[in-house]
Nanobody, 125 residues
Framework: QVQLVESGGGLVQPGGSLRLSCAASGRIDSHYGMGWFRQAPGKERTFVAAITGSGDITDYSDSVKDRFTISRDRNTLYLQMNNLNPEDTAVYYC????????????????????WGQGTQVIVSS
């Protein structure tokens, strides 16, 4: 069984930065694709970034490309968020899914079966 716990959210001013972490317990290895998603109030959960189990292939939504960076180290997934704007305000969730290949990118929330509880990010002056 895999458990995911996010941390690092908070209140930040526009233009600021935050680094989210997702600590995974259980057996997370290179056969787990992982990703970040976010959900704003009254909206659906949407894709933010994904990374393969191998850690060398990433993908981003257009709205965060060139501002956010996803990375992973052993059992921890990270999301470095720079130049934040109010539209980034949401609850951020990390997710994981076992994949037969170490080079699979999963960008749809329906593809994941392990989820964290979420961490709130508020961007406001």
């Amino acid at each position: 069984q895999v458990q995911l716990v996010e941390s690092g959210g908070g209140l930040v001013q526009p233009g600021g930065s935050l680094r989210l972490s997702c600590a995974a317990s259980g057996r997370i290895d290179s056969h787990y694709g992982m990703g970040w998603f976010r959900q704003a109030p009254g909206k659906e959960r949407t894709f933010v970034a994904a990374i393969t189990g191998s850690g060398d292939i990433t993908d981003y939504s257009d709205s965060v490309k060139d501002r956010f960076t996803i990375s992973r180290d052993r059992n921890t997934l990270y999301l470095q968020m720079n130049n934040l704007n109010p539209e980034d305000t949401a609850v951020y969730y990390c997710a994981a899914k076992f994949t037969s290949s170490t080079r699979v990118l999963l960008t749809s929330p329906s593809r994941y079966n392990y989820w964290g509880q979420g961490t709130q990010v508020i961007v406001s002056s």
